[in-house]
């Protein structure tokens, strides 16, 4: 599976909108981008996903590169309850398994 | 529906004893999985089932042992614990039909330790 890279820690601001980066640079045309969040001490939960257009939905958006070797997932007002470890995930397409790397430390100031 | 519920939520062993871990999900998903993780990482996955009667190896399945007896249990058995087996362990399980839609459900994760 080709391989994400993300900070290791963010922080924002409560209301805030956050961009976290994620660079993937060795990408192919049937990976699927996912992310995932874990809040503290609880398994990690769905956020969005998508392939070559951005997309939203009422959790965040996914901004995707044109050249897909990048994307930006957003969420538009932060709240203390966004404080987690955001995961970038490549999935192909026929695959249905994720690999989780370490993901980015979000911590949302009050 | 309660979702993807494990038992039990936290355990000590001893080394060398054994014990199974049980995974439940009532949304008559196909696929299921068990990841560990462990602390300051990613979760890795363990052992995972494509359907009932069927299971296979992850990234690190040595040490454990699995079984999909009917369609909404997974059980993640471990004959001999060993102190490298302290983790958290979380299931998750995915629904089979949805194109390209691979959302995985996790459940709240059994925290073990080894002593």
């Known amino acids: 599976d080709a391989k994400t890279t993300q900070p290791n820690s963010m922080e924002s601001n409560e209301e805030e909108p956050v961009h976290l980066p994620c660079n993937h640079s060795?990408?192919?045309?049937?990976?699927?981008i996912h992310w995932y969040r874990q809040l503290p001490s609880q398994g990690p939960e769905y956020v969005i996903h998508?392939?070559?257009s951005n997309v939203n939905n009422r959790m965040a958006s996914l901004a995707i590169a044109e050249d897909r070797k990048s994307s930006t997932l957003i969420l538009h007002r932060a709240t203390l309850r966004d404080a987690a470890v955001y995961y970038c995930i490549l999935r192909r397409g026929s695959n249905y398994k994720l690999t989780f790397g370490k993901g980015t430390l979000l911590t949302v100031n009050p | 529906n309660a979702g993807v519920t494990q038992t039990p939520k936290f355990r000590v062993l001893k080394t060398g004893q054994s014990m199974t871990l049980l995974c439940a999900q009532d949304?008559?998903?196909?696929?299921m999985y068990w990841y560990r993780q462990d602390p300051g990482m990613g979760l890795r996955l363990i052992h995972y089932?494509?359907?009932?009667?069927?299971?296979a190896k992850g990234e690190v399945p040595d040490g454990y042992n699995v079984s999909r007896l009917k369609k909404q249990n997974f059980l993640l058995g471990l004959e001999s614990a060993a102190p490298s087996q302290t983790s958290v362990y979380f299931c998750a399980s995915r629904n089979l039909a949805g194109g390209d839609y691979n959302e995985q459900f996790f459940g709240p994760g059994t925290r073990l330790t080894v002593l």
């Open positions: 998508g392939l070559t």
């Open positions: 089932s494509v359907g009932e009667g069927t299971t």
């Open positions: 060795t990408i192919s045309g049937t990976d699927y």
């Open positions: 949304m008559n998903h196909e696929y």
